[in-house]
């Protein structure tokens, strides 16, 4: 055989090891020159730790900076089951049941394997939120295989139900679901800040490494609310209107006062009411804010628009009267009195407001151009929200003289054929109170900034409606109602002082029909010859009228608001009036 040749072999394997230095140097030049600062960065991606820097959400305060509702700093905790070995499920889930009080029933699927819809390996749960610090540290405490703790905030309402119809609630990722924490969620939640720093492993733990790259940005604080309401007298009013509806078999019902010069809601109270504390255990209809999101037929309380428009265009003065008879007919359609009357009967206007004759406000009506009541309607604030600050405000309706039926002539004055919530008409109301100047009702009187400036809300224009003068004989006249013999609303008077106010009973429409009973309500104001508050009251009720279901509550609250405020009384008497002429 041939000899192998060994100068080709050495030849050879010269060139095969020369061929790959020059790749591997070239290689490394790339590595070195062109790549290097990529995979430092890459290096020290994977070395990076990024964590939340959580922003406290702010706080809602009412008028004298009592707090409502505010974040506090609490724990979770939670599980990846993938790093729990099925042996060690049960005991985890026992030593968990002590610190969290959840059952082990609960726990246990929550700590086992199991793959998610996608297929995916479920490696997060939820053990627990909104646990207090102390017992977030002694589950840390105990070490347990794919158990952790998070930062988490937890939002308390020391009031529980206080205003919590107003204020709403929070979910768990702590963004507002309901009330004011909805409609001002991005001024209350805040930024979310973020710290980014460089770890390494040590004895199986990421540590932090000293002098490593470490950068933060600092979360920013949410802002608060000041509100106008005042924590007192809300709880009063919340509590007198639970007592009296509850007996009245309510489904539901709303109160609102409003100081008549600012049209600052002082209370705003509905039934039924829920724990914000605990909103997770209410029904929709107990979270509903009455005052606003309730529509209904007012009845008899809109009789002083009306009457207003009539003295406002001059069709009637201090002194009319209106020739009435027992009832009245339109369209086909017959309208009786209450306390009926002969006919041919000559009607004061102080006597229409204690009786609240249907006969004599259809028959001013029929005087009146319908235009004319449409435009007066909208004037005092009825098929508008009156923008106080609730989110999902109902704007209600009334209707243009197009949409008018053959019957409209004499429904729509008596207030029927016309939806409003309880704020609105109380605003009405206030309006008179206030020298017939409409101010919008407001909740919110102030934000507050992280570094704790107070910007007071943004005033909304007001508008005359009536004039002084007119606005003066209503308030006179509505006193009628709660001092003279028979008439409708002698429950809502109050000793010492002068009350005006107005009784209604209307009607409650549910898709698209009329409901069975009957929406009783009385609004009414105090000192009348000086008014500093309006309080409304609304009910629907199985039955009764507003001078037995809505004044009594009335009385109490107005009662109450008199003596906090310690308004005195203005020591006059309320004049006496005659009914007919």
């Known amino acids: ?9 050495l030849r050879l394997g010269t060139v095969i090891m020369l061929v790959l230095f020059l790749v591997v140097a070239g290689r490394l030049v790339t590595l070195q020159l062109t790549d290097a600062r990529a995979y430092a960065r890459q290096g020290l991606a994977d070395r990076l730790a990024h964590e939340v820097l959580f922003a406290p959400r702010g706080a809602i305060y009412d008028r004298d900076h009592n707090v409502l509702a505010q974040s506090v700093q609490a724990r979770y905790v939670f599980a990846d089951p993938t790093k729990i070995k099925a042996k060690d ?26 793959l998610r819809a996608n297929g995916s390996q479920d490696m997060f749960e939820y053990l627990a939120r909104g646990v207090d610090i ?16 998070g930062r988490d905030e937890v939002r308390t309402e020391p009031g529980n139900d206080l205003a919590a119809n107003l204020i709403g609630f929070t979910g768990y990722d702590g963004s507002g679901r309901a009330g004011l924490e909805a409609g001002y969620d991005k001024l209350l939640a805040g930024q979310d800040g973020s710290h980014t720093f460089e770890v390494g492993n040590s004895a199986g733990d990421l540590v932090q490494i000293p002098g490593g790259y470490d950068e933060a940005k600092a979360a920013r604080p949410g802002s608060s609310l000041e509100l106008t309401i005042n924590r007192d007298l809300q709880y009063e009013v919340q509590y007198i209107l639970a007592q009296k509806m509850s007996k009245a078999n309510a489904t539901f019902a709303a109160a609102v006062a409003i100081d008549v010069h600012t049209g600052e809601v002082l209370a705003q109270a509905s039934y039924p009411t829920y724990n914000a504390a605990n909103a997770r255990d209410s029904t929709p209809a107990q979270r509903v804010d009455a005052a606003s999101q309730a529509v209904v037929e007012p ?14 265009t001059g069709l009637l003065g201090a002194n009319s009267t209106v020739q009435v008879c027992p009832s009245v007919r339109i369209a086909g359609q017959n309208f009786p009195d209450t306390h009926p009357q002969r006919c041919g009967t000559r009607m004061t206007l102080p006597g229409i407001l204690a009786y609240s004759s249907d006969v004599a406000t259809i028959t001013v009506a029929k005087h009146l151009p319908p235009q004319t009541l449409y435009d007066y309607q909208r ?9 106080e600050g609730v989110p999902g405000e109902a704007a209600g309706l009334v209707q243009p ?15 029927l054929g016309v939806s409003v919530t309880p704020v609105q008409m109380a605003a009405v109301y206030a309006a008179i109170a206030n020298d017939g100047v409409y101010v919008p009702p407001r909740l919110v009187k102030a934000t507050i900034s992280p570094d704790g400036t107070e910007h007071p809300a943004v005033a909304v224009p007001s508008r005359r409606v009536l004039s002084s003068q007119n606005a003066a004989i209503l308030r006179q006249d509505l006193e009628a109602v709660v ?19 107005k009784t209604g009973t209307g009607l409650y429409v549910k898709n698209g029909r009329y409901a069975p009973g009957e929406v009783a309500s009385f609004i009414g104001m105090a000192p009348a010859d000086a008014p500093r508050f309006v309080i409304a009251v609304v009910a629907y009720t199985p039955a009764g009228s507003g001078g037995k279901v809505a004044a009594p509550a009335f009385q109490q609250m107005m009662q109450f608001a008199l003596r906090l405020y310690h308004v005195p009384p203005t020591g006059t008497k309320p004049p006496t009036f005659a009914i007919t002429r």
Do not use: C, M
Request: hydrophobic share 40%.
């Open 401 to 415: 003289p197009r949409n008018w039926s053959g019957t409209s002539p004499g429904s729509i004055p008596i207030g």
């Open 379 to 387: 004037a005092f604030g009825l098929g508008s929200p009156t923008g």
């Open 134 to 149: 102390a017992t977030g540290d002694a589950v840390v405490a105990r070490n347990l295989p794919g158990i952790g703790v």
């Open 483 to 501: 001092t003279v013999p028979n008439a409708t609303g002698p429950a809502a008077a109050i000793p010492g002082y002068r009350v005006a106010g």
């Open 89 to 114: 499920v049960q005991p985890t889930a026992n030593a968990l049941r002590e610190l969290l009080g959840v059952p082990t029933s609960e726990l246990v699927p929550k700590l086992s394997r199991k």
């Open 1 to 9: 055989p041939r000899l192998a040749e060994p100068l080709r072999r």
């Open 299 to 312: 009845g008899s309380i809109h009789k002083v628009i009306t009457l207003g428009t009539a003295l406002q």
